[in-house]
């Protein structure tokens, strides 16, 4: 349970899967750290993880030595 979302770990792991792979075009490279700020714990949650399956490191959104800041754009 992440808020009121409650999802099963197939869920959470295909939208994880479905993430890292739309996250592919971003010029960041594996090793480099990005920032993440998203509202929706849940979408938070599926950045950080889809970006750690990239090789991604996640700061938090306040760290402003990171390359990229992913966010909500709302």
């Known amino acids: ?3 009121n979302r409650v999802t099963s ?3 959470f792991d295909r ?5 890292a792979a739309a ?3 971003l010029p960041v490279a594996s090793g480099e750290a990005v920032s993440v700020a998203l509202a929706d714990p849940y979408r938070e949650w599926v950045a950080v993880l889809a ?4 090789g ?3 700061a938090s959104a306040g760290d402003l030595r990171s390359s ?3 966010g ?3």
């Open 15 to 19: 939208d994880i899967g479905a993430a």
């Open 56 to 58: 991604i490191a996640t």
């Open 68 to 70: 990229q800041v992913v």
């Open 51 to 54: 970006l750690a399956r990239r």
């Open 9 to 11: 770990f197939a869920e």
């Open 23 to 25: 996250l592919a075009g």
């Open 1 to 3: 349970r992440l808020g």
């Open 72 to 74: 909500d754009r709302s």
